[in-house]
């Protein structure tokens, strides 16, 4: 940090010379230092794909997902702190549960979305409280409306996506799920294109072994956010895999 933000970093209540708030961005930096998360918006739902590092090989395949169901409707996938994440998590399903008790209906994504949001940014206005450490994504699919994605940072602002990325290959990614056609494919489709992204930005020299989750929400779900059937997952990590060979073959020619 430049000697202007000296001592502007000790509070989140607090602002610099210069406009900034530095807990803010060090909270998005927490997010870009993990591992890869993006989604992206199909014509008939949305796509979820997280690359969940191993840390040991001693650990649960299940153990640390980074993919939620908030309610039946509405998926969550989250970067960056775990443990801060989870927390957002709780209070999401919180919301969710309270607006179906009140209204005997399911809540609308973009309801949800506004609550969820206020709750992260209440945590950047007091000097006894942290922001949280990640962002979250989060996406629905609706017959009548059709599907979609929403990401909240840790800021607490909120944006309505066709596709988005976050964690340390966010740039890449970006790259990557602007050359996917994905407003013409189905989730069938989509969640190989989403496997084969992850494979292609994953950092083999500094992250070794990697768990790929991979869920969806979408007419092939009936409307319910659901983790990807063993076989699908199957066929979209040898898609992913076989990109990875590929491009080996034109490296060494």
Known sequence: MSSLGTGYDLSASQFSPDGRVFQVEYAMKAVENRSTTVALKCKDGVVFGVEKLIQSKLHKSTANTRVF?????????????????????????????????????????????????????????????????????????????????????????????????????????????????????????LVKEVAKIIYVVHDEIKDKDFELELSWVGAVTGGRHERVPQDVWTEAVRAGKAVLVESDSEGEL
Request: aromatic share 8%.
């Open 69 to 189: 169901t908030i309610d039946t409707h509405v998926g969550m996938v989250v970067g960056g702190l775990l443990t801060d994440a989870r927390v957002i998590v709780d209070r999401a399903r919180q919301e969710a549960a309270n607006y179906r008790s009140q209204f005997d209906s399911p809540i609308p994504l973009k309801l949800l979305v506004e609550r969820v949001s206020l709750f992260v940014h209440a945590y950047t206005l007091y000097s006894h409280v942290r922001p949280f450490g990640c962002s979250v994504m989060m996406g629905v699919f609706d017959e009548l409306k059709g599907p979609d994605l929403h990401m909240i940072d840790p800021s607490g602002v909120s944006w309505g996506f066709h596709g988005c990325s976050m964690g340390k290959a966010k740039q890449q990614a970006k790259t990557e799920l602007e050359k996917v056609k994905a407003s013409e494919m189905t989730c069938q489709e």
